[in-house]
């Protein structure tokens, strides 16, 4: 049976060059980046080149980069950590109803606490109203958290004109830019940006390692407490197989972002045959920006863990959503968030591609699906 990965949002498969960097570091070099002999400089200076690599990639400084566990504890550290640092001058923090769990369940958290959070609606394409962000900005107001591309729908949002509004305010600004990075054009300094999360398995890199931009003179409180590494920024001995191979990745993404304009096609040409299907299937986020590697879509009269089921069953990996909220009951919270129906929420399933992909992935993902509904005998959908 033919083997199609088409969760690449997820995470994605790691690059043979990433594979090798690490193992090179594993065999040997093993020594604490922090110790001052022989081996743990030898460390240290693996350590600050990939930071290197990892800054350029964005248009920083490596100092002003933090290596961390993950695109998760990016988000923490930015939202968290920036919120108890500068509590004196205000408790009030805006954020969008589309993000990740990582900085949902951060304001949760900050809301327990004491902060008060501010949510910025959308419409049914994923897109904001800047006039939204200024009506929500108050006196107290410090941060606003907004990501870059949504990790559901691919909608890529307006941090263009969100940073000029919170610039001209004297609002720290961060972004996850974990699904973003890699497929847009990313630099801090044109962007606005203050605080940026990047993950590495999203790039062909490994899991378990990410990074957090902090631009010069913003204050954050550590949450990771224990020694004094990444500058007093965050405790524990860095993951460096991990950092080696987040910079090989990055350099491979450098290698292959020509590419980028194939895997769009791919997915174009994915949409365009599920519409020619003629079961009124519907693409979530169409006629907003998207990142050419995602597909969100509703399938009429297929509830998305019974599509699923189907497609593994065929070989084929996709999702319902984010990854870090699968085994849960709960509807999709972007798409809700939308105001799209509850059917057709429950009935979305997202693609998402990579290079290691090709068009013979996508054809025999469309036959399938034609497969699966003649199969249940589904008649012609209709947009719930």
């Known amino acids: 049976m033919r083997k199609v990965y088409l969760d690449n949002a997820a995470t994605a498969p790691m690059d043979p060059a990433v594979i090798t960097a690490r193992h090179d570091v594993d065999r040997s070099v093993f020594g604490n980046p922090s110790s001052i002999h022989y081996f743990g400089q030898t460390s240290k200076v693996h350590l600050e080149q990939s930071r290197k690599i990892v800054a350029e990639s964005i248009g920083a400084q490596p100092d002003q980069i933090i290596f961390t566990g993950g695109g998760t504890e990016s988000d923490n550290l930015a939202v968290i950590g920036t919120a108890l640092a500068n509590r004196d001058r205000g408790s009030h923090i805006i954020t969008t109803e589309i993000e990740h769990p990582a900085v949902l369940e951060s304001m949760r958290y900050l809301t327990r606490i004491g902060f008060s959070i501010s949510y910025l609606k959308c419409d049914k394409k994923g897109k904001f109203k800047i006039s ?11 941060l606003l958290s907004a990501m870059m591309v949504n990790n559901e729908t691919g909608c890529v949002l307006p941090l263009h004109e969100f940073s000029a509004i919170v610039r001209a305010k004297g609002i720290i600004f961060h972004s996850d830019a974990v699904q973003g990075f890699g497929k847009l054009d990313l630099n801090v300094s044109d962007l606005n940006l203050d605080l940026v999360s990047l993950s590495a398995h999203k790039i062909h890199g490994p899991k378990g390692v990410g990074s957090l931009y902090v631009r010069k003179g913003i204050l954050i409180d550590r949450i990771i407490h224990g020694g004094s590494q990444e500058v007093n920024r965050r405790a524990g001995t860095e993951n460096l197989a991990g950092i080696v191979g987040f910079a090989a990745a990055i350099k491979q993404m450098d290698v292959y972002r020509a590419e980028q304009s194939k895997v769009k096609d791919w997915r174009d040409n994915f949409e365009k045959q599920l519409k020619q299907l003629n079961r009124g299937i519907l693409i979530n986020g169409e006629g907003t920006e998207r990142v050419g590697t995602i597909s969100n879509v509703y399938f009429p009269q297929l509830p998305a863990d019974t599509m699923l089921i189907n497609l593994d069953m065929a070989g084929i990996a996709a999702s319902a959503g984010s990854a870090c909220s699968s085994g849960s009951t709960r509807a999709s919270h972007v798409l809700s968030a939308m105001g799209l129906s509850k059917e057709r929420v429950k009935n979305s399933i997202r693609f998402s591609f990579s290079r ?12 399938t699906i034609r497969e699966i509904y003649n199969r249940l005998e589904i008649s012609h959908g209709h947009d719930g």
């Open 132 to 142: 939204d962000l200024e009506a929500l900005i108050r006196d107290d107001t410090i």
């Open 356 to 367: 290691f992909n090709s068009m013979e992935d996508i054809n025999y993902t469309i036959m």
